[in-house]
């Protein structure tokens, strides 16, 4: 079992930034995969990034490509999200999830095994 807590949602005016993490707990950090994923009312929970267990490799959805970075820090069993240049459209519950996959990026749903309980992030126009 791996559990996840995420913080630093909140309220920010477009263009802003905010960063959001993720600490686990449970069993080894390292040996997992990890991604972000959002939901927006009335919407599909969506792939937001990912990164391998050694931060060598990640993806991004194209919706948040060169505004946001992914990043994971394995000795603090930590993972961020530093989230700049925010649009309303960014709007939603974020959440981080655990893989064990580890050594490919997994972009769908359906690859995380462990969730967090989701912070939200509000952009204001």
């Known amino acids: 079992q791996v559990q996840l807590v995420e913080s630093g949602g909140g309220l920010v005016q477009a263009g802003g930034s905010l960063r959001l993490s993720c600490a686990a707990s449970g069993r080894t950090f390292s040996r997992y995969g990890m991604g972000w994923f959002r939901q927006a009312p009335g919407k599909e929970r969506e792939f937001v990034a990912a990164?391998?267990?050694?931060?060598?490799?990640?993806d991004y959805a194209d919706s948040v490509k060169g505004r946001f970075t992914i990043s994971r820090v394995n000795a603090k069993n930590i993972m961020s999200l530093q989230m700049n240049s925010l649009k309303p459209e960014d709007t939603a519950v974020y959440y981080c999830?655990?893989?064990?996959?580890?050594?490919?990026?997994?972009?769908?749903?359906?690859?995380?095994?462990?969730w967090g309980q989701g912070t939200q992030v509000t952009v204001s126009s």
């Open positions: 999830a655990a893989t064990p996959s580890y050594t490919i990026v997994r972009v769908t749903t359906q690859s995380y095994d462990y």
């Open positions: 990164i391998t267990w050694s931060g060598g490799s990640t």
